[in-house]
């Protein structure tokens, strides 16, 4: 992670491997099948590892807009608490396909379904855009905190509060919401 994050999801050869593991370039070529590949191998692994990990923490939760709060949070946290992580995927999380589908993945249906029961105040039509919005503004929420211009807390929750009233969320109820108690991100 620290090595694409550095030096771009191309940009990273054999060569480089090597000496950030402190190995010889043939230990890579044994432990590592195809090291063009690996980049999307890393992204496809970290996307899959979160996805499951939220979904977990989250499982128990029946409101959608908690689940959707509580999401946006873990995020924000897991990047204070591993920045490498989080660097890694504010760096890569538009531009890699796998990195793109952890932002929308579960996403996308649960506001189907809270927008059909009438719990959010969107369109269908619009579902598509406002995943995009909670995808760009989770990693922007992740870059102040990497940044540190926020805490996690405060801008987990300004970020979730502010994507709860966008979706039609009354402002108080989606502050409280914003602020509910975080489950702890499961460890797989």
């Given at each position: ?38 980049f ?81 105040a ?53 502050g ?12 797989q």
């Amino acid at each position: 992670m620290r090595l694409f994050a550095r030096l771009g999801a191309n940009r990273v050869n054999v060569s480089d491997l090597a000496e950030e593991a402190g190995v010889a370039r043939g230990t890579i070529y044994n432990a590592v099948p195809n090291p063009d590949r690996l980049f999307e191998e890393v992204a496809g692994d970290l996307a899959c590892e979160m996805q499951e990990r939220v979904r977990l923490s989250i499982v128990e939760i029946a409101d959608p807009a908690r689940r959707l709060s509580c999401g946006i949070r873990l995020f924000l946290r897991r990047a204070h608490e591993e920045p490498q992580w989080g660097r890694f995927i504010v760096h890569f999380g538009f531009s890699n396909k796998s990195l793109r589908g952890l932002l929308t993945a579960s996403s996308t249906e649960e506001i189907v379904k809270a927008t059909g029961t009438g719990r959010y105040a969107i369109r269908q039509e619009q579902v598509t855009s406002m995943v995009a919005i909670i995808g760009g503004a989770t990693l922007s929420g992740m870059m102040l905190v990497l940044e540190g211009y926020k805490s996690w807390r405060e801008a987990g929750s300004e970020v979730a509060e502010l994507i709860l009233v966008s979706l039609g969320i009354d402002r108080v109820e989606a502050g409280e919401i914003a602020r509910c108690e975080l489950p702890e991100l499961v460890q797989q």
